[in-house]
């Protein structure tokens, strides 16, 4: 059966306006560190531009990124294209601390007074609850992004990780 020109024409423009439309995969070795340039695969792995809150009343453009099935985002300053932020609230990150999306954690010290948390955005950081997972993002910090438990206000629920270059933490 011969197909006409104009059909075959018509399927590959078609096909043409469909394939920008799906997302890309950034092709990444590993993930890109805080300050570090942003790789040409991120900033190409999402067609459509994107910005992120990084920190309260600021927005940076951004991208989501697979890494060893594992979605992370990750944001960087337009001016000069270094990453200043990077979050996952996948379940499949774990720390070498153990700590992990879904896990709970005490936000008071032993003599029950209360962490010293940090207000970041819509989360609370509690510079206790970090760590990093080496064979996926090497010495990376993550800092465990909670909310207050809703019953029992000595704890928090991680919902999250976050690297930011917005993060000011206490010594």
């Known amino acids: 059966m011969q197909r006409s020109p104009l059909v075959l024409l018509a399927v590959f423009s078609a096909c043409a306006l469909l394939l920008p439309a799906l997302p890309a995969h950034a092709q990444l070795s590993g993930l890109p560190q805080l300050g570090a340039p942003v790789p040409d695969s991120v900033l190409n792995a999402d067609k459509h531009r994107k910005e992120c809150e990084t920190a309260p009343g600021h927005k940076d453009p951004c991208a989501?990124?697979?890494?060893?099935?594992?979605?992370?985002?990750?944001?960087?300053?337009?001016?000069?294209?270094?990453?200043?932020w990077i979050f996952t609230d996948d379940r499949r990150l774990l720390t070498d601390s153990q700590l992990a999306v879904g896990n709970t954690c005490s936000v008071m010290q032993d003599s029950g007074a209360p962490d010293p948390t940090v207000s970041y955005m819509k989360w609370l950081i509690d510079p206790r609850w970090k760590g990093a997972d080496p064979n996926l993002t090497g010495a990376a910090v993550w800092y465990a992004a909670l909310h207050k438990d809703d019953f029992d206000p000595h704890f928090g629920n991680i919902v999250g990780f976050v690297q930011s270059k917005y993060l000011s933490l206490k010594p």
């Open 64 to 84: 989501e990124i697979q890494l060893d099935k594992v979605r992370f985002t990750v944001a960087w300053d337009a001016q000069t294209r270094d990453v200043t």
